[in-house]
């Protein structure tokens, strides 16, 4: 194997390994541009191809997953973990539930949650995983049936020192507990195999709301770098999952205006901005109606636009929470238009490479979801801790943690990405993740 010194020998070289995984390159790409010349400037990074050997899961653990539908019929799905970097720590990450879920994309996001999570500076390493089975109209014992048979395989390959999966799209409390509820009975063990559990069988306090308070957090750090607050900001957010919805509460709590959320169907616009009571009425109303989005805008009267994104709304901060590539070119050249200054990933990489090319040459603030929707994991890290030593820490000891990560992690994004005028957060993000993983495997040999 030899060395690659430059971004275009990578992109080869990884193109031709995996030339159908569009998703993994792109993350790679993203990465690997500011990444290699750190690693041309250091001896033994290059001696030991650090980054090349980061960019090979070190497991990818395959399987399928039969269960009984309502009807006694056999459903067959695919389920996959791919264990992507375990060097700082257990491999941590989320378990992805949809229809679109294939190993290009789970590759991709467990190589992010690598960087993603050493930035956290805890001792977690990288994973995700997942399945295409989708949850959606599913009936409540479908879902436990499916999470059972899921976990039946899974259960092998995971534990408290080997990999703690977590949620992710489609797979919240509910699945969480079920997933937990197989591992426990088949291991006879009550301990820290997987987060996001509820609070009365070793969940955490805060865990829920991280990602999404941790995202506003940053963009409070992120702002006052830019000598501004957050109070008065106009914001869109897309999604209205767990992370937008915490996300909008926390940004209405410090005073800013909220004006979208959106679902795969479109957009809801409410210029008089959304109130904390509408957000929780969201909470606690989530997956009864069909369209939860719909049935708030019969209560507040908002308009709605049915397959829109709200990327056309003149707003200070994006913060785009839903999916990957849900934010692509011409979507930033319209928040850039209209005046749009600051843009937050909450998802794993919303925005797509010509998203990310237009905000740098508008010089708009980026900041790529490994730095800024770390929340979610760093409390999932507080959650083993408390496990191991059983342990229950108070809320306000959790949202304090919280806050600390996410300022620590804007710092090394300031340190390492600082381009005088300009805080370049993706370079400094990258960097920063990198060196620590790259540090810890020149460390531990070949
Ligand atoms: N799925 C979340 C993420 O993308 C959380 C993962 C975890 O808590 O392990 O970071």
Redesign the pocket.
Known sequence: MSYTSNLDEFKAWITQRYPDQKEYLQATFDIANDVIPVCNANEKYKQWEVFKRLCEPERIIQFSVAWLNDNHEVEINKGWRVQHCGLIGPF???LRFHPTVNESILKF?AFE?SF?NALTGLPIGGAKGGSDFNPKGRSDYEVMRFCQAFMQELQRHIGPYTD?????INVGSREIGYLYGEYRKINNRFGGAI??KDIEFGGSYVRTEA?GFGLIYFLDDVLKQANTDISGKRIAISGAGNVALHAALKAIQFGAKVITLSNSRGTLFYEKGFTEEDLHWVINHKGKPDNILLSLNERINGVWEADTKPWSAAVDVALPCATQNELIGEDARSLVKNGCKFVLEGA?MPCNEAAQKAFKEAKITFVPGKAS??G??A??GLEMSQNATFHKATYESMDASLKEIMENIHLQCVQEGNEGDFINYTKGANIAAFRRLADAMVSQGI
């Not at 703690?164 to 992710?168: E, K, L, M, N, Y």
């Open positions: 941590k990450g989320g996001l949650q993603k703690v999966p977590a949620g992710d987060t996001g990602t794993n929707n770390a979610g994991v409390l999932s």
